[in-house]
C-alpha cells in the first residue's frame, strides 16, 4: 500500500516558469514532510521541508505547500533553471518517538527546457 | 567526512549468483537504511538498523534478502539466488535520527541477467 503517492511520473517546464510538483498522502499521522531531489547517478538529497503545524515554507525559489485537510503538499520551483531537471521525491514521517521511519513517493521526473 | 560510501557502484550478475552490496555510513550516525529503487515503487525501504541493530526489515522482499551490521561503520545487504526482478538501484542511507537528515550514498545499480 502506497502511503505517499507522486501520481505524475513525469513533468517538463520552461526555464523561468512555476514548476508545480504533487504529493498525496494517506496516513493522518504524518506530521512531517520533505522533498528529496535526486540527479543520475547520485543518491536524493534533502531539498525542503515542512512541519504538519505549517501550512508554506520556502527556501529561495524553493515553496513546499501542505493542505492536511485534503492530504496534498506540493512543490513549487519559481522560476524554474535547466540545473532543476531531476527526479523529486517527497516524503512523511509520524511523530519522532514511535520508532518510525521516512516513507518516500514514487517520484517525478522533471525536465525543464530551455 | 566523505559521506556514505556504497560498493560497487554496479553489477551484473547471472540469475542464481550470489550478491553483495556494501555500504560505509557516515560517522556518528546511529542509524543506517538500505532502500531499493524502482519506477513501479520509487524508494523502496527494505530494512533500519540502530546502532548496529535490525529494527524493521518488513520491506525485505523475501527470505532471499538479508542484511548485516557487524559494526558501526559497515554493512552488507546480500540476495542470494539473485533474480532478474532483483535488478534495481539499491541505496544506503545514515543518519543521526530515524525521521530526518538521511544522507543517501551514490547507489549500486543492480542488474540481474
Known amino acids: 500500500d502506497q502511503q505517499v503517492k507522486q501520481n505524475s511520473p513525469s513533468l517538463s517546464v520552461q526555464e523561468g516558469r512555476i514548476s508545480i510538483l504533487n504529493c498525496d498522502y494517506t496516513?493522518?499521522?504524518?506530521?512531517?514532510f520533505l522533498w528529496y531531489k535526486k540527479y543520475p547517478a547520485e543518491g536524493p538529497t534533502f531539498l525542503i521541508s515542512?512541519?504538519?503545524?505549517?501550512d508554506k515554507n520556502e527556501d529561495g525559489r524553493f515553496t513546499v505547500f501542505l493542505n492536511k485537510s485534503a492530504k496534498h503538499l506540493s512543490l513549487h520551483i519559481v522560476p524554474s533553471q535547466p540545473g532543476d531537471s531531476a527526479v523529486y521525491f517527497c516524503a512523511a514521517s509520524v511523530p519522532t518517538g514511535t520508532a518510525s521511519k521516512l516513507t518516500f513517493g514514487t517520484g517525478t521526473r522533471l525536465q525543464v527546457t530551455l | 567526512d566523505a559521506g556514505v560510501i556504497q560498493s560497487p557502484r554496479h553489477e551484473v550478475t547471472e540469475m542464481g549468483q550470489e550478491v553483495t552490496l556494501r555500504c560505509k555510513p557516515i560517522s556518528g550516525h546511529d542509524y543506517l537504511f538500505w532502500y531499493r529503487q524502482t519506477m513501479m515503487r520509487g524508494l523502496e525501504l527494505l530494512i533500519y538498523?540502530?546502532?548496529?541493530?535490525?529494527?524493521?526489515d518488513s520491506g525485505m522482499p523475501e527470505d532471499r534478502f538479508s542484511a548485516k551490521m557487524p559494526n558501526a561503520s559497515f554493512s552488507t545487504l546480500k540476495i542470494q539466488p539473485s533474480e532478474p526482478r532483483d535488478s534495481a538501484v539499491y541505496f544506503c542511507?545514515?543518519?543521526?535520527?530515524?525521521?530526518?537528515?538521511?544522507?543517501f550514498g551514490s547507489g549500486t545499480r543492480l542488474t540481474v541477467v
Open positions: 538498523f540502530n546502532n548496529n541493530v535490525p529494527i524493521d
Open positions: 542511507a545514515s543518519s543521526y535520527r530515524v525521521d530526518y537528515g538521511y544522507t
Open positions: 496516513n493522518s499521522m504524518f506530521d512531517y
Open positions: 515542512i512541519s504538519s503545524i505549517k
